[in-house]
């Protein structure tokens, strides 16, 4: 039934092995092996038992194959011609010098299909392939060729050792079924260790993130803001833990040593810092801190972070923080739509006071948005350079008017922001506030006069927007203008050329404002000093803290440089009228 079993694939992997070759190469006759002059009786019979001790010590069944057929010759007059191990499906032939020489004994074992059977080789009498079985089949061949026909004797000892080698690779497989299995069950072992510890390191991280949740949960229930949010914070990574606002002033601290006076960074660090928070994919860190930023929407709105100066943090204090900052985004953008939705309501009533409304709804519309309308009011009118004509814009400057000490109605007109406030504005310290907000001075703030009344606030927004207009049209364009400060030119139409009023002022005071330049003296001061006091000597004298006799002296040189009559009228309001702009437009130079 041999012929009907499917032919092993033969493959020619097995690594080089001793064989039974001469030193020259060639196969050994077993007349040529060691001892093969000996008589088949005087063969000792432990030579075999000894071939099985080595046979069974092995643990490789290439080795068992290779002890086996260098000890063929050995046993009778036998040659070793090839060895076969089955390796997973495919007979896989012990290396051979002469592969082509072999090929016939590849197509020959093929075409047995796992039996034994006779193998012819040339020159040699007698050939056969032993199969190398166990219990669960076919585990190699051996093919023997001999010079003679083997006796009985003969094929008893290669019997025996066919047998011998098949028990020995039955044990080299269990052998390494067993290692396999117990490095299997090693790494098991090793696994399930692993696994074990992973499930506790699990459940411990489980257990804490329960806690940084329900810390949360109880400030999101409870509603406490971001004090709130901060305390938890702190109670749950026992590290100091601050909030900022994404210019860097302190909004919240929790935790011992906050320091006093709290410091900030430049305006250019601040940024510095939150761009590089706002690439990394979690909390950063800055120095001694572990920073956060709260971002809803892509827009910084708060930074987060927890003191740690001996970078005690770990995983699970980023995970605290990393929790946290994603519920102060939700608190900031909450405040945010407030804060939008309280900045239309204000926009809309300012727009209306602005155009000119009915005084009783706008008591009434004042009051609901919390602003005391009934008080007297001041018109302000801001216009920067870096401005953008957005809703940024206008929370920068209420933020700068709210430092300033104003609790201001705002709206955006255009590139203006309009501010109706209570308190009559410090106009330096509004100039300031708003050079801090922005980072420039390049900015221009015009101011009303009081206005008792909603109806007079159409007409006192021109006035500022007239105040605004001389100051951005001035040398001096930045800064901040009163309206009541302009004197003389309120009477000035808005449609005024600028370049006509300065022609004037030098057709009038060239010659003083140029011999002023030369020699470091105030004669145009000097004369509009005497103007402003009405032409009274010991007035103007005092106000310019001379004595008469130089106040004498600086008029007559004032007459003989500019060829001026001051006795005529025409003449005299000329240079009053020249003197008050080139104070108010040219800033008091030429």
Not at 256 to 285: I, N
Request: hydrophobic share 40%.
């Amino acid at each position: 039934m041999a012929a009907d079993r499917p032919a092993r694939r033969l493959c020619h992997r097995l690594s080089d092995r001793e064989e039974s070759r001469s030193p020259g190469g060639a196969r050994r006759s077993a007349d040529e092996q060691p001892g093969s002059h000996q008589l088949p009786g005087e063969l000792d019979p432990h030579r075999l038992l000894e071939l099985s001790q080595k046979l069974f010590g092995s643990t490789d069944g290439s080795d068992v194959l290779r002890l086996a057929m260098v000890h063929v010759g050995s046993l009778g007059p036998f040659r070793a011609e090839a060895g076969y191990l089955m390796t997973g499906h495919e007979l896989v032939r012990a290396p051979s010098k002469d592969e082509q020489a072999d090929e016939p004994v590849d197509r020959r074992v093929r075409e047995l299909a796992e039996a034994d059977g006779p193998v012819v080789f040339p020159g040699r009498r007698w050939g056969w392939a032993f199969g190398l079985r166990e219990a669960g089949g076919l585990l190699g061949y051996l093919v023997v060729s001999s010079r003679l026909l083997p006796g009985r004797r003969d094929r008893l000892l290669i019997t025996a050792l066919v047998r011998l080698t098949s028990a020995a690779l039955s044990l080299a497989a269990a052998r390494r079924r067993l290692y396999e299995d117990a490095r299997e069950l090693s790494r098991l072992r090793v696994e399930l260790v692993t696994t074990l510890d992973e499930l506790d390191s699990l459940r411990t991280e489980l257990h804490h993130q329960r806690i940084v949740h329900d810390a949360f949960a109880r400030v999101a229930i409870l509603g406490g803001g971001e004090d709130a949010l901060t305390h938890a914070l702190y109670e749950v990574t026992g590290l100091p833990t601050l909030l900022e606002d994404r210019f860097g002033n302190l909004r919240s601290w929790a935790g011992p040593g906050q320091p006093d006076p709290y410091p900030t960074l430049a305006p250019e660090r601040q940024e510095e810092m939150l761009r590089q928070v706002a690439h990394g994919t979690g909390p950063v860190r800055v120095r001694n801190r572990l920073v956060a930023v709260a971002r809803p929407h892509g827009e910084i709105l708060g930074v987060l972070a927890v003191v740690d100066p001996e970078e005690r943090a770990d995983e699970h204090t980023e995970f605290a923080l990393d929790h946290a900052v994603g519920a102060l985004a939700l608190e900031l953008a909450h405040q945010r739509n407030l804060a939008e939705v309280e900045l239309r309501l204000h926009r809309q009533l300012v727009d209306d006071l602005l155009e000119g409304t009915e005084e009783a709804s706008a008591y009434a519309r004042s009051a609901a948005v919390g602003h005391d309308l009934h008080r007297a009011q001041y018109v302000v009118v801001v216009r920067w350079r870096s401005g953008m004509a957005d809703d940024s814009f206008t929370r920068a400057v209420e933020r700068a008017a709210t430092t300033a000490g104003l609790r201001p109605l705002v709206t955006r007109r255009g590139d203006q922001v309009v501010l109706l406030t209570a308190t009559s504005p410090d106009g330096e310290a509004l100039h300031a506030a708003l050079t801090r907000e922005f980072g420039t001075t390049a900015g221009a703030i015009g101011v009303s006069p009081r206005c008792d009344t909603p109806s007079g606030i159409p007409r006192r927004y021109h006035e500022a927007l007239r105040a605004l207009e001389v100051r951005q049209q001035s040398r001096e364009q930045e800064g901040t203008t009163f309206f009541d400060d302009l004197g003389l030119y309120r009477i000035l139409g808005p449609g005024n050329d600028f370049r006509e009023l300065d022609a004037f002022v030098q057709e009038w005071l060239g010659q003083l404002i140029d011999y002023d330049a030369q020699h470091g003296a105030d004669m145009v001061a000097t004369l509009a000093q005497y103007f402003d006091c009405g032409g009274n000597y010991d007035e103007t004298a005092a106000a310019l803290s001379v004595h008469r006799s130089t106040l004498r002296y600086r008029l007559q040189r004032i007459r003989d440089i500019g060829g001026l009559d001051l006795a005529d009228v025409d003449t005299r309001l000329n240079l009053q009228v020249a003197t008050r702009v080139w104070k108010i437009m040219l800033g008091g130079r030429g």
